[in-house]
DNA sequence: TATTGTTATACTCTATAACTATA
DNA sequence: TATAGTTATAGAGTATAACAATA
């Protein structure tokens, strides 16, 4: 006999198998947040860039000349937990910290062509592994999470 | 002019409004969790337990007399780690550690009657913090949200 | 005075490896 | 040999506070 079994035995008439955490939306999220990040993990590798590093080339990309404040602003980080993440690029030579004339505070995030190799090769391998992952979900059911997702956004507090 | 709108305007005929990232469902569902999470600590105030203490308090009250190994498993982290959690709760008198007649390796843990009072006082608190983040959303989008969350859970790799 | 990038530091969460006591 | 709980330790990832350079 099962300890789950056992337990149930214990308290008849009440259903075990589900616990109050399966209702909340909060315990759901970081279970499947976990497998997600893990498979990313995987799927790049282990010298792989991890999500953070990829999330901020990624907007690097897209941004050319983005300044490591609006940055860490755009990834809902602080400016200090960014340091780390631009050295991790720069020693990749992925981007380069460039000064900007007009203001000597500011460094401008330029991507180098190998970054933006290294990021169209990421993204296909993302994506891959995003495939992959949810292959069994319906392309309808995967944008019905992505707007649910994105719902929840929205929702953040503005401090 | 904006930055955004300054970048923009460097490749003409590209849509800059949008990253890459924001098609990605493990982007999305980082960028939410951390909104849920962050509420929920908020919720249950600076010395309230921490998403993980509730989890590990809600399987043992669920399920009484479960193993350190049990619940580490059910929680999906380590023996390890849980040690740590375990201390924090039975600190907080909310369980105890019981020797187990006919095995003495292990550890049965027990709720107390605070903590099951704990609890209960607890789920209230986290179910309040979700109706409350959640408002915007309707019970059909929440519990689609729910019932997508739990197909990813279900994509986890067995080891 | 305010902002940018940086450093120092600490905290949370997690994992791996090794240990002990039991089985 | 294998398992339960524990400890030591390390590594991500994050935040806060303070600083120098610059605005």
Chains 1, 2 share one sequence.
Request: glycine share 6%; net charge positive.
């Amino acid at each position: 006999m099962s300890r789950e079994a056992a337990q149930g035995a214990q308290r008849p008439g009440v259903d075990h198998s589900r616990s109050d955490l399966e209702d909340l939306i909060g315990y759901n999220l970081k279970r499947a947040y976990i497998i997600v990040q893990s498979d990313f993990r995987d799927a790049l590798g282990a010298d792989g860039m991890s999500a953070r590093v990829f999330t901020a080339l990624s907007l690097c990309v897209k941004y050319p000349n983005i300044t490591q404040s609006e940055l860490a602003r755009m990834m809902g980080i602080e400016r200090s937990g960014l340091v780390a993440i631009v050295d991790e690029l720069e020693a990749r030579e992925h981007l380069r910290r460039a000064r900007v004339p007009g203001d000597r505070r500011v460094q401008a995030l330029v991507p180098t062509d190998a970054g933006r190799a290294a990021y169209d090769a990421a993204i296909q391998a993302v994506r891959a592994h995003e495939d992959r992952l949810f292959s069994d979900m319906t392309s309808s059911e995967r944008a019905t999470l992505l707007a649910l997702l994105k719902k929840i956004r929205g929702l953040e507090k503005q401090q």
